[in-house]
């Protein structure tokens, strides 16, 4: 079974510093891992996804995400948050079943991380 | 391309009431994908459709819930005999099946009272 583990329920910064949220997965072939983000009363925008080749992945409002196998582990960064980043992060995880499994892309989200962000 | 829609957009009923949700997906995508998202969770796996078929349900799904995809374009979400720990946001998501991304809708907020 797929599962995710965001460690971070509350996470405050202040504008213009760095920002990194966890996310651990545990799958047991290799991972589809995604980046949501979710603002009040919006729905679910995606920021970033994985699948396959560079271990660094760049998405978008200047996010940026590190894929390592070794630690089971899939954060997201960005250098410099701004006062819009604030909102409610979500990792997920979700792939390909293996023969005679049934599990065709759908997800499995983390608990999410809640982002304030002081001025 | 107009994205996800979902309608409506909130929805109040008294338990015992029945409810329908209806969810538009982005135009020849072929998956379709519900979720329930309660306060301070992440969304939860529902069911989900490829074309009209359904191919996966969540043991979240009771048999109070029940999902339709007719004609493979839009589907739709009823709950019987609602109780009030049916609500939640529920949210909808498409995908051609070629990629791997999922698109979601605003959701439908549901209260029952």
């Known amino acids: 079974a797929q599962s995710v583990t965001q460690p971070d329920i509350h996470i405050t910064v202040s504008e213009g510093a760095s920002l990194e949220l966890r996310c651990n997965y545990s799958y047991g072939a290799t991972p589809y891992l995604f980046w949501y983000v979710q603002s009040p009363g919006q729905g679910l925008q995606l920021l970033l996804k994985?699948?396959?080749?560079?271990?660094l992945v760049q998405g978008i409002k200047g996010f940026e995400a590190e894929f390592k196998r070794s630690q089971s582990s899939f954060n997201l960064r960005k250098p410099s948050v701004h006062w819009s980043d604030a909102a409610e992060y979500f990792c997920?995880?979700?792939?390909?079943?293996?023969?005679?499994?049934?599990?065709?892309?759908?997800?499995?989200f983390g608990q999410g991380t809640i982002l304030t962000v002081h001025p | 391309d107009t994205g996800v829609s979902q309608n409506p957009r909130h929805k109040i009923t008294k338990r015992g009431q029945n409810v329908t949700f209806r969810c538009d997906p982005i135009?020849?995508?072929?998956?379709l994908y519900w979720y329930r998202q309660t306060l301070g969770q992440g969304p939860e796996f529902l069911t989900y459709f490829q074309n009209e078929a359904q191919l996966e349900k969540s043991r979240l799904l009771s048999d109070r819930f029940s999902a339709e995809r007719p004609k493979g374009s839009f589907s739709t979400l009823e709950i019987q005999r609602t109780e009030q720990g049916d609500s939640a946001m529920y949210l909808c998501a498409s995908k051609d099946i070629l990629l791997h991304e999922q698109f979601f809708g605003p959701g439908t907020r549901l209260t029952v009272l």
């Open positions: 135009s020849e995508h072929n998956r």
């Open positions: 994985y699948f396959s080749g560079d271990t």
């Open positions: 997920a995880v979700g792939g390909i079943a293996n023969a005679g499994g049934t599990s065709y892309g759908k997800l499995t």
